[in-house]
T-cell receptor, first 113, second 112 residues
C-alpha cells in the first residue's frame, strides 16, 4: 500500500460544483501539504498544515480551503470550481523531527469543464 | 521571495552519456536542497537531499552538488539509461525545513 494515498485519482466535473480531494498517509508525519502542478508553471503550494490544529496559506490559496481532520488526513476543497483550477493536484507529507524529505502521493488529475 | 530556476527545460541524450542538470536559487539562505524525479502521471520521488552544510550527496549513479554562495546546485547522472527518462525537479524550503519552492523541472529523455 502507498504511504500517501490520494482520492480520487481522476475527476471531471462542471464549473460551479463543490469538489473535495482527499489525502491520507500512513507515515505518521505531522506535516502535510497540498500543491498543484500546471504545465509551464511547475508545482505551487496551496495550503500546508504542521499539525492537526495548524493551517497555513500557501502561494495560491484563493478559491481553495482545507481541513485537517486527523494527523493522517488532509482534504482540499474547491467550493465553487472554475476552469482555471484544472490541474494535477499533489498531497505531500514530511517529518521535520527526522529531517526526511517530503513524500508525495500519485496525484489527482482534476478537470473543470 | 525565493525563486528556483532549472536549465535546461528539456534535454535529450543518447544512452551511456554522462549529463548535468542545473538548478539555481535566488536566496542563498537555504536550509537544504532536494532533487526529485517525476515519472509521467506519477507523483514525485525524492532522489537526494543536501543539507546546507554539505557540498554534495551521492546515490548510485547520481551525484548532487551544492554551492550556496553562488546559489547553484547540479545533478550529475553518470552512464545514463533509458530508465532515467523523467522530469527532474529541484526544490528548496521557504524557511526552516519546509515548505518547498520548486523549480519547473528538466524533462530528460535518454535514447536507446
Amino acid at each position: 500500500d502507498a504511504d500517501v494515498t490520494q482520492t480520487p485519482r481522476n475527476r471531471i466535473t462542471k464549473t460551479g460544483k463543490r469538489i473535495m480531494l482527499e489525502c491520507s498517509q500512513t507515515k505518521g508525519h505531522d506535516r502535510m501539504y497540498w500543491y498543484r502542478q500546471d504545465p509551464g508553471l511547475g508545482l505551487r503550494l496551496i495550503y500546508y498544515s504542521f499539525d492537526v490544529k495548524d493551517i497555513n496559506k500557501g502561494e495560491i490559496s484563493d478559491g481553495y480551503s482545507v481541513s485537517r481532520q486527523a494527523q493522517a488526513k488532509f482534504s482540499l476543497s474547491l467550493e465553487s470550481a472554475i476552469p482555471n483550477q484544472t490541474a494535477l493536484y499533489f498531497c505531500a507529507t514530511s517529518d521535520l523531527a527526522s529531517n526526511q524529505p517530503q513524500h508525495f502521493g500519485d496525484g489527482t488529475r482534476l478537470s473543470i469543464l | 521571495k525565493q525563486e528556483v530556476t532549472q536549465i535546461p527545460a528539456a534535454l535529450s541524450v543518447p544512452e551511456g552519456e554522462n549529463l548535468v542538470l542545473n538548478c539555481s536559487f535566488t536566496d542563498s539562505a537555504i536550509y537544504n536542497l532536494q532533487w526529485f524525479r517525476q515519472d509521467p502521471g506519477k507523483g514525485l520521488t525524492s532522489l537526494l537531499l543536501i543539507q546546507s552544510s554539505q557540498r554534495e550527496q551521492t546515490s548510485g549513479r547520481l551525484n548532487a552538488s551544492l554551492d550556496k554562495s553562488s546559489g547553484r546546485s547540479t545533478l550529475y547522472i553518470a552512464a545514463s539509461q533509458p530508465g532515467d527518462s523523467a522530469t527532474y525537479l529541484c526544490a528548496v524550503p521557504l524557511s526552516g525545513n519546509t515548505p518547498l519552492v520548486f523549480g519547473k523541472g528538466t524533462r530528460l529523455s535518454v535514447i536507446a
